[in-house]
């Protein structure tokens, strides 16, 4: 009977199934859940273009190059005011990354040194390190960004004070570099005829670090023979590019930044608004690394510093070729979601006026344009490409380091 | 025998540890200079310490607190300490800390978001303290309507007949799976309140308002302001990211493909993009997803996009919770017969939720702390209301002092949170 049963007799499907059978209430769910969310988007899409026909703005890209007239005053590439409002957004994109990179390196080298002095031996240097962690993670990152953005107006001198004959403040830095309270005037490269054999053979000088590195490493693993690596490659990146310089007969030549009328003119500029930004976003996202450093140091087993000591390792040396590198794999997870934590939180530049994507974009072209919907919608595709990106990279590098296990 | 005892029966007086081995200058010895660099590092802290405290300290304290502007500060202040002195102007604090705290609340109605505020505590407690007697809960389950009636006030209808839909949606949920099985019953649990929000809380409040019209003095939404729109808005949106989380972390383990994606998909989208766009989505665009004509103020916008960014956030805590959970609870509710739901319900998000209590605290901390950006979307939060207190004339040109409050507050604020975080880490530490 039985198997007569479930040879022949399958049983019929009947509708009822789709709720008490398990084999298809799973599928009913989700067809279910696909059309409630189908519906739900359907409404809100269609709510939005008739709200948006209703204004007389049908969705459309075409703003995006009409002149954007409007002027970007700290820019990586070339950028005036009669350009797009497609070129504003790609000028801000780069602002965005520019902040971002640079934020995330000096964040990386606050986290590591802050964290490893947290766990010093010396009572004070602990103990400060632990106030500054404190401190900058209790208060908003905002209030830091414009705080640090008011300290540098208020305490760097003006541009004014640089003027005249007997002038209150001087260039530091042979009269290379003006600190002033909108900018930091630095001198900029000139390339004359045969700067591209020096950068050629910088270029080529870089490339024989890479190689002189690995010949190295391969050299100590097969004779134990030591080589001071540090030292000849700072010669292989000095010496070559230096000595071409010269016999080229200085073809790269600086343009100092000089006291005009009014202001400082040549060389380039960085502004206040950028430093504050970056110097506000790498010591709120340092303090954070340094937590995740100290977490990951105290992760390596105690033995593990034991056995380096036992072996005659220096503190430093037990550190650096020890410790880092088994706390890394800890470290590794929480640094790539700070790091993108700066990048998001470099959106708010806004609030000291760096032009970044969210500055251009999602500030003065939607105002000017009016067109929120797509400015939003791309403003937001800009930062979760750069999110994913990143991610992406990170998870990639932490693939790279972890344990390879048998 | 007992002549023949080796053991000696009385103690020895405690004698004093080895000379070099106690005492304060051991103690500089070891913990300050125990090497040359750290002896130099030593110096050098101490020499920058002494530098910023001497730049500040006088600074702080040759101030004057009983100004009414900028000029008449200075001028008391160089008159009590000299001529040329640089002081701080705590005057603006105190003239203004009621508007800091309470944005432009009427002040005779202060006592209403003070009474909410300590109202949170009792009704956080039976989450904080296992010794609360339970029948707290109750209290925590109508502390939202009862904190909501209090601070925008009105009548108490409203929020009672909005706790109706939830009465609603509990009772479908215990009476009906009886009747037509336990998953209709969910769905009937979720579509039930939402009906009687839509179509039936606004006449019901009306009606009952109009037979026992009980109400208190309504203040709008544009008079919220300072650290009351801060903490608002970030217990709004901790309070309910938290049963969305919980959905959205569920859905993202579930081995139903659609749901999966989709949660994924939004958990990723607002994790992915930094919160200062989705307060430009509050400010500007949404709106334009309701049906033509709704318009809802800027503050329940912004408590919308807040939540919805924290509940991605409160997804990943949890799902990290639920990840720590052995496999073998799993299986033992299984074997036990529990579906899916009674399951999660009693066995699995207990244990979770446990777990995840200091990242909960910590992701509280940080949603806190980012309350501060609707300042960019024009609401008047603590920073906010420095540039409206800067752009009065008395005022103008005061910077240090009123960052240095909303700076303190913050701090007082976060930092407690984030020491109670590790208490609890300490406490439910129940392994080994």
């Known amino acids: 009977m039985a198997m007569a049963d479930q040879a022949g007799n399958q049983p019929a499907f009947r509708l009822s199934m789709l709720i008490y059978d398990s084999r298809y209430r799973s599928l009913t769910i989700q067809a279910v859940a696909l059309m409630l969310f189908m519906l739900a988007v359907a409404w809100l899409l269609s709510n939005a273009a008739s709200n948006l026909a209703a204004l007389g703005k049908p969705l459309g890209f075409g703003f995006l190059s009409q002149p954007a007239g409007y002027d970007i005053n700290q820019r990586l590439i070339e950028y005036n005011n009669q350009m797009s409002h497609g070129r504003a957004a790609l000028v801000g994109i780069l602002n965005t990354l520019l902040v971002a990179v640079l934020g995330c390196i000096t964040a990386t080298a606050i986290g590591i040194i802050v964290g490893v002095l947290r766990l010093s031996s010396n009572w004070i240097i602990s103990r400060l390190m632990t106030v500054y962690i404190e401190t900058v993670r209790n208060v908003p990152v905002l209030l830091w960004i414009i705080l640090t953005n008011a300290l540098l107006i208020e305490s760097l001198p003006k541009i004014a004070s640089f003027r005249g004959k007997d002038p209150a403040s001087d260039l530091i830095l042979w009269d290379s570099v003006a600190v002033t309270n909108s900018g930091t005037f630095i001198p900029s490269p000139v390339f004359g005829g045969g700067s591209g054999i020096v950068i050629a053979m910088f270029v080529l000088s870089l490339i024989a670090i890479v190689f002189f590195g690995r010949w190295a490493k391969a050299r100590q693993a097969a004779t134990g023979a030591i080589l001071p690596t540090f030292w000849i490659k700072l010669a292989i990146f000095i010496i070559p590019a230096l000595l071409f310089f010269f016999i080229m007969g200085r073809p790269v030549t600086l343009e100092y930044p000089e006291m005009a009328r009014f202001r400082f003119e040549g060389g380039y500029v960085i502004r206040n608004s950028l430093i504050s930004l970056w110097l506000a976003l790498s010591l709120y996202t340092g303090a954070f690394i340094a937590e995740a450093v100290r977490a990951g140091i105290q992760a390596v087993s105690q033995g593990q510093s034991e056995a380096a000591f036992a072996l005659g390792l220096r503190p430093n040396k037990t550190m650096s070729l020890i410790v880092l590198p088994q706390a890394l794999r800890v470290i590794i997870p929480p640094l790539i979601s700070q790091y993108l934590n700066l990048t998001k939180n470099s959106s708010l530049a806004i609030a000291v006026g760096y032009m970044d994507v969210t500055g251009t974009l999602g500030g003065i072209t939607l105002n000017q344009t009016g067109r929120e919907m797509e400015s939003l919608m791309i403003l937001m595709a800009c930062y979760l490409s750069i999110s994913i990106t990143v991610s992406v990279f990170m998870n990639w590098y932490n693939e790279s380091i972890k344990m390879k296990e048998r | ?432």
């Open chain 2, 1 to 432: 025998m007992s002549d023949l005892s080796y053991v000696r029966t009385e103690m020895l007086d405690e004698k004093d540890p080895p000379g070099g081995e106690a005492g304060i200058v051991t103690w500089i010895h070891k913990n300050l200079f125990p090497s040359i660099g750290s002896g130099i590092l030593t110096v050098i802290s101490i020499f920058l310490v002494y530098q910023l405290l001497a730049g500040i300290l006088p600074w702080m304290f040759k101030s004057s607190w009983t100004a009414s502007s900028l000029n008449e500060c200075r001028e008391a202040i160089h008159l009590a300490y000299g001529e040329g002195t640089e002081g701080a102007c705590w005057s603006v604090i105190n003239e203004r800390y009621k508007q800091l705290l309470f944005g432009f609340y009427p002040s005779e109605l202060y006592w209403r978001p003070i009474l909410a505020f300590f109202l949170l505590f009792v009704a956080i407690a039976p989450v904080l303290f296992n010794k609360v007697p339970r029948k707290v809960l109750y209290f925590s389950a109508i502390y939202p309507f009862l904190a909501f009636w209090m601070v925008w006030g009105g009548s108490i209808w409203v929020p009672i007949s909005a706790m109706l839909g939830l009465v609603v949606g509990y009772y479908a949920s215990v009476i009906l799976p009886a009747v037509i099985g336990s998953l209709g019953a969910i769905v009937a649990a979720m579509i039930l309140p939402i009906v009687w929000w839509i179509l039936l809380a606004g006449p019901v409040a009306g009606m009952l308002q109009g037979i026992v019209p009980i109400s208190i003095e309504s203040v709008g939404s544009d008079k919220l302001g300072g650290f009351t729109l801060s903490v608002l808005i970030g217990v709004v949106g901790i309070a309910l990211s938290l049963p969305i989380g919980i959905l959205l972390a569920l859905g993202r383990q579930s081995p139903l493909f659609v749901v999966k994606i989709i949660c994924v998909g939004f958990i990723e989208f607002i994790r992915g993009v930094p919160l200062i766009t989705l307060l430009f989505v509050a400010s500007t665009l949404l709106n334009y997803f309701m049906p033509p004509g709704t318009s809802f103020d800027l503050v329940l916008r912004v408590m919308i996009m807040v939540t919805l960014f924290a509940s991605a956030y409160m997804a990943e805590v949890i799902r990290g919770g639920l990840a720590a959970i052995p496999k073998g609870q799993y299986e033992a509710a299984d074997a036990l017969g529990l579906d899916f739901w009674k399951a999660t319900r009693l066995i699995i998000m207990p244990q979770a939720l446990k777990i995840s209590i200091p990242n909960i605290v910590s992701n509280f901390i940080g949603l806190f702390k980012d309350t501060t950006l609707v300042s960019i979307i024009g609401l008047l939060d603590p920073l906010g209301l420095t540039n409206a207190i800067r752009a009065n004339q008395e005022w103008n040109g005061v910077v240090w002092e009123l960052y240095a409050f909303v700076a303190l507050l913050f701090f007082i604020v976060c930092f407690s949170m984030s020491r109670y975080s590790m208490y609890l880490e300490r406490k439910l530490k129940t392994g080994h």
